[in-house]
């Protein structure tokens, strides 16, 4: 909102003199009330599967002596229990993207070696949900195993964070697609920048939410997205990672016919050109 929230100091500086100290705290007021909400979100999410899982402890002891329904509840509790953990290892990685703030270990990667470690990730998944993955690099289809000789870019950026960001999208794309579908990820590297795009035939970001997507905790359809076991954080986390590699994210999707993530980074070879024009100018 257009509110503004001004603190105002008066301190005597001499006879009959006064001054008047004004600080703007609006910024620190919405940095405040977002944090607020944030905790209340993860106690939320985590107060969930927490309680359904004393609450099926607790039935599975009265059906001891039913073998179909202990099998049900422990059935339930293991679910339960991979969402809960799910969502700490998901917690930490967002935590850990919010405080780089840029000053990660970033290094020289292949951006073909980082897909490929991404895709690798997600394989087993693909392969239960009868998903393929298919990887292209400037439009030419490339084996999913390292081949000799072939194209490649180099970007400058912390490892985890860049594979940890195409991983998500890679798993987004399997999770929200029906099965016998694509999922291709192409890579292009132009103008002194790389682009990767996840490009899934699923169902597609309703108009109205795509603007939200990379909010924290935000999903499309709550319900849905519980009983299929989402957090609502993967998309934050992307943003975030990418971000500290000095890069962009951004979507386009339609419903029904499928969503394109593409992260944007800047080439090696360009950041490097820029150092040297920084020396030169120096
Ligand atoms: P979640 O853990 O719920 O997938 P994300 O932050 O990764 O959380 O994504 C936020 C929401 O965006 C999802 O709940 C889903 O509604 C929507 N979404 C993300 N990726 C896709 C996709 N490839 N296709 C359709 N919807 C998607």
Redesign the pocket.
Known sequence: SNTRYLKLRVAAIGDDRYAIFVSDMSEQRRFEAMRRDFMTNVSHELKTPAGAISLLAETIGDAADDPDAVRYFSGRIAKESTRLTELVH?LIDLQKAQDAGGVLDAKRLSVLSVVRHAIAENQVQADASHIELDLSFGGEPVPLEHAKGEPDATISCDEESITTSVK??I???I???PEHTTVRIAISAHDGKVKIR?I?Q????PAE?ID???????????A??RQ???????????KHCVADCGGTVS?W?REGE??T?TIELPLAEDVDAQAQTGEDDA
């Not at 939200?212 to 709550?222: A, H, I, K, S, T």
């Not at 299929?228 to 992307?238: D, E, F, K």
Request: charged share 20%; glycine share 16%; net charge positive.
């Open positions: 998901r998500n999208l798993e987004n794309a999770h929200y697609s996840v899934d699923g169902i597609g970001i939410s939200r997507v990379f909010e924290r905790f935000y999903r499309v359809d709550p849905r997205s299929t076991g989402g957090t609502g954080l993967g998309l934050a986390i992307v979507v999707s499928g969503s993530f």
